[in-house]
């Protein structure tokens, strides 16, 4: 594959033009059960070439997902007609790096045959059944593994390689109470076929879903509010776009003029951290070759920086900071890796708060210009370190710059997202608006 890129980007140097090229090879079996049997079987595969060709200042991108001489030549001959119609871009270039970079993680396992495979994954729906005469369905229920590789090679000399395999895992519990119902829904992650936590994803949903079938709503008010690590990460990957560069570009990032600002609470400290020890994957370098490094986006309460691929860095007279974000088919992105968010000056916990431990619609009520959101929640109310109460049917209503003005470190160590790909020490956020009874 490799001599295939290097002759595609020299026929387009040929052309006066600079170019790199992405190529991406994804394997994945999946599988999921209803009412005792498979329901569904999927195995597939796929392959692609894709390249950008920068020339006059002007960007083309085309893609092919047959790698024969025709199909090659009509890719290059399209992506130089589409740089040709363009809008000039100046900022968008070839890096200028060369060498070589590897992240290609491998984990030796036994061989596992696809009758065990069936069969464990018939119990995620099961094994929920048998364990609670209410469950009437496990209506998300899967088992998949997937490997991935990718190769990136520009006409300036860098060139990168990838490789990955994982697996997961996921069930749910519907129950039937005398026609009132609840639901749950859990996964685990995994990068061996031993290491998936079967029982784990089984317990949990279930577990949740007995207690969701005694939710009450609560009066409507001001609330201290404490989020499960993966709650917490939805609201912050709802509004990513408040680290991003491009839509600081865009004018759709509200803290674009806020660099060197207090922005939240001066104990919090928030890392981008692509080689974090826990994370589930580290990530070595971005979609431009360019090696990553952990990136401070805030510092006790003050906005450090933003994410910056090299257009954006180009843009705003800066450097990269290793968070571009391209496929074989698309245009240049930005995207962070693992988020870190660290704190100072513990407090106790209050005697009385809510943990919200599921939430529903939230990118239908979020705003990600003025930071405004409203979402349905679900969770637990805590009272002097006891769980009293399930609560339900109730909405909160919020502004994630004034929740993160306003909140308590009530915790020391990094707790961990379900994919552990975000981790944060515990925070009470004060004075929440809930509307219920």
């Known amino acids: 594959m490799k001599k295939i ?143 991935y590789k990718s190769l990136y090679l520009s006409s300036r000399g860098r060139s990168t390689s990838y490789l990955d395999k994982s697996y997961s895992i996921s069930s749910s519990a519907l129950l039937d109470e005398k026609g009132k119902k609840a639901i749950f829904y859990d996964f685990n992650l995994a990068k061996t076929f031993e290491e998936l936590q079967w029982s784990k994803v089984t317990e949990t949903s279930l577990f949740h879903a007995r207690n969701l079938l005694e939710e009450e709503t609560l009066p409507t008010g001001k609330y201290e509010v404490k989020f499960t690590e993966d709650c917490l990460k939805q609201l912050l990957d709802c509004f990513s776009n408040f680290y991003s560069a491009k839509s600081a570009m865009d004018k759709v990032n509200p803290w674009d003029q806020k660099l060197g600002s207090e922005v939240m609470s001066k104990d919090i400290t928030i890392v981008d951290h692509p080689t974090y020890e826990h994370s589930f994957r580290t990530s070595l370098f971005d979609s431009e070759g360019v090696e990553r490094r952990p990136l401070t986006l805030v510092k006790e309460g003050v906005l450090q920086s933003f994410y910056h691929n090299s257009m954006t860095a180009n843009q705003f007279k800066t450097k990269t900071t290793g968070r571009a974000s391209r496929s074989a088919g698309s245009s240049l992105g930005i995207s962070g890796t693992d988020l870190l968010i660290m704190g100072k000056n513990k407090k106790e916990l209050p005697q009385r708060y809510l943990e919200v ?50 909140v308590d470190v009530v915790g020391e160590g990094l707790e961990p997202s379900r994919d552990h790909s975000f981790f944060s020490v515990s925070l009470i956020f004060h004075h929440l608006s809930i509307a219920g009874a």
Not at 93 to 118: C, F, N, Q, W, Y
Not at 359 to 373: E, H, P, Q, W
Not at 377 to 398: D, M, Q
């Open 5 to 147: 890129m290097e002759r595609v980007i020299n026929e387009i140097t040929d052309y006066k033009a600079e170019a790199d090229l992405i190529y991406s090879t994804s394997k994945s079996l999946s599988m999921s059960a209803q009412n005792g049997e498979i329901s569904s079987y999927k195995v597939s595969s796929s392959e692609i070439l894709g390249v950008r060709v920068i020339k006059d200042g002007r960007v083309g991108i085309s893609y092919t997902e047959a790698l024969d001489e025709e199909s090659l030549q009509f890719m290059i001959k399209h992506a130089l007609q589409n740089a040709e119609i363009s809008e000039p871009n100046p900022n968008e270039r070839i890096m200028e790096l060369t060498g070589h970079l590897a992240d290609e993680e491998s984990h030796p396992e036994p061989e596992v045959d696809i009758a065990t495979k069936t069969k464990k994954a018939l119990e995620l729906e099961s094994v929920v059944k048998m364990m609670d005469q209410r469950v009437v369905s496990v209506p998300h229920n899967g088992f998949s593994e997937n490997e």
């Open 357 to 406: 431990i599921q939430m529903d619609g939230l990118y239908s009520g979020a705003n990600r210009v003025k930071g405004t959101f409203s979402v349905a929640i679900k969770g637990y109310v805590w009272e002097y370190g006891e769980r009293v109460k399930t609560f339900g049917n109730i909405t909160l209503s919020g502004n994630l710059m004034d929740m993160f003005m306003n």
